[in-house]
């Protein structure tokens, strides 16, 4: 339905929210250790939406047409939706008032667990890097409007000048990623709660128009996947039925106009549904979806919100083919076009202006959040006024791409023929069956074999020593003798816990995938390209801009000096193929898989290189690899084939006595369990603590026969978790899993954690460890 307020001519789906320092981080963190009020804390946030404000006005987008999005958070999107809809897990009802409402430390209480009050669970979001909080839906749930802080934004904002559009999570994926609460009866899954959570949404909505808003956008990015939990068909009816509600039976000007937004993928068979409701405007991803092939009914009385600029990655656009792109589908014969980015932009970081050292050639290929609503400006203009209009920006972006093309370093003949060699024998090991005896002969653990996933935390003396060696106050000899000191401390720790497979920490990485990026040929690094990951954490993606070959060791030095140190094995440890690409902003001028091969090829050299100086056991972890998971299940065969190749031909070449790890960490493994068997590793540790070993039903019906590590500890909680509760965890696995197999680690590393947290829970940790290998004794003595 075409709306009396028309949707804006230009748009983003949102904008990065940590600020362009990581001001929210540090706000959130003063705050969390009590150095901060919650009043602090507010005031850092409405400075941070003001500013986004500011600068989206400036950018070029409209301050009084609803066209800068209000899509703040402090920790995580859909945990605000659980919170504005009251649906606070019981666990927590304690810190809830009397409206059902949470204060921000209740919030962040919800967000990180409190003793033994585990936090929500985590997963991606979609195919991002972006972790968000699961909610906890049962059949007693009660929902209602417990907080009205998205009409309080919208109300400082107009009070300021600017109408911005609010941001929700839309109720049909709300309900989809949520998991039934404990206690719930078999069968119920949280969309069956639908007709009790639309009049939360239809009220505020009510609230929102009565403050003064004209337009608001639902996300329902769920609609473009089948990978969901819910079954598709009752995700579509759940979809006509919300918007029946939401749209049709709440007319106008009793709600806002509504923009239905759908990014990460294609709308298929949930496009014709929702055109066929009042929802006044649609936002479709043009980057990883398309274009209806033909008119949908319905469409001709809604907006298309086109959204042709990539979201999710960095580079330039090719303007000249978005404009043509644009002009194409007004004659789909939709209600009007608009241009819009095809997803939020909190995938970015804020402004490639802010990385003067980039080289200047590659700078100019790059388009942050900030470069990005200026491509939306830019495009909106020429669809409205015509070509001649915007003809030097067309004319610049097409020279950047040539040049880019162009450019020594993107194609290298050497590494091209190295790829273009390779055969299925490059990527095969000798059998399992015949490796495991001789990795037993050779390290001989103990049963119930303990390790950690590979970093400790990051103290604030080494991020010191990295800055003083980055400015060269500290010489690389100096700098390296910090980096020894600090292996040393780790290594005795673990001793002095009883560890038995030891790490070096990590001390001299800032970034599991940076690291690397910094000693691989293609690849720069940014120095204010911070992107959120979940809540305070955050990460800057390198660039893989170009051919990717290793020009030296990496990683051989720090592995066997931490070798010396100790007669207990030391694992060698490295970042997979397919992490460093899903955590990179990677080329999009070939083939994911050609790129994903060169990588694996410069970790094949790096791993030869610490087999050859001794080093026996070497992890590769591939964290990412559910996340690159394509949502439609059709496409997930040829993602699979091409990213398991890859980390086999990074490990393939190593003797049967070599034993390689691989670790996976908030992922639905049960979708790629059969993935995960094919990358042929001889350890397999995964994230399992939060979902209560949820995982091993997953592994034990699949005839997983290789090792596995689930893992004990929460490491993405402050909390410790005592001695019962993690032996309790280790009893579920070894009665879902040859305790043989068994392996016991955390769920991921401890970079992020601190020295009071993780030396308890790593003596929790064995102590659990050695309660259940002595119960298993006797009971084997028995």
Sequence with gaps: MTSTVPFPRATVLGYPRIGPRRELKRALESFWAGRSTADELDTVAADLCRRTRTRLAELGLGTDDAS?????????????????????????????????????????????????????????WFDSNYHYLVPEIGPGTTFRLASDRPVREFAEALADGVLTRPVLVGPVTFLALSKPAAGSPEGFVPLDRLEDLLPVYAEL?????????????????????????????????????AYAVLADELARPERPALLVAAPYGDLQDALPVLAATSVEALAIDLVKGSAPAAAVPGLESTTLVAGVVDGHNVWRADLDAKLTQLEQLERLGAGAVTVASSTSLFHLPHDVADEPQLDATLRSWLAFADQKVGEVVTLAEGLVEGREAVHAQLLEAGDALRTRAQTPGVVRPEVRERTGALTDADAERTPYAQREPAQTARFSLPPLPTTTIGSFPQ???????????????????????????????????????????????????????????ENLDGFAVTANGWVQSYGSRC????????????????????????????PKPVKGMLTGPVTILAWSFVRDDQPLGDTADQVALALRDEIADLEAAGIGIIQVDEPALRELLPLRRADHAAYLAWSVRSFRLATAGVRDETQIHTHLCYSEFGEVIDAIDGLDADVTSIEAARSKMEILADVAASGFERQIGPGVYDIHSPRVPSTEEVTELLTEAVRSIDPQRVWVNPDCGLKTRRYEEVVPSLEHLVAATRAVRERRAVTADA
């Design 68 to 124: 800068i999005p209000s899509a703040f958070s402090f920790y995580d999107h859909v945990l605000d939706a659980a919170v504005v809809t009251g649906a606070v897990p019981e666990r927590f009802a304690d810190l809830v008032d009397a409206d059902g409402g949470l204060d921000l430390a209740g919030y962040s209480t919800v967000a990180r667990g409190r003793g033994d009050d585990l936090p929500l669970e985590m997963t991606k």
């Design 539 to 566: 990460t800057r993606p390198s660039l893989l801009w170009g051919d990717v070959s290793r020009p030296a060791p990496i990683t051989v030095g720090w592995s066997t000096y931490t070798q010396s140190l100790t």
């Design 459 to 517: 103290t604030q003396e080494i991020r010191k020593a990295r800055a003083a060696f980055g400015k060269g106050e500290l010489t690389a000899e100096q700098y390296e003798d910090e980096m020894k000191a600090e292996i040393r401390r780790v290594v005795e720790l673990q001793e002095n816990v009883g560890i038995d497979v030891l790490v070096h920490g990590e001390p001299e990485r800032n970034d599991m995938v940076q690291y690397f990026a």
């Design 205 to 241: 909505l009510r609230r929102l128009a009565a403050a003064g808003a004209t337009w608001v956008q639902l996300d329902e990015p769920t609609l473009v996947s089948d990978s969901v939990d819910a079954d598709h068909d009752a995700l579509l009816a759940a979809t006509a039925r």
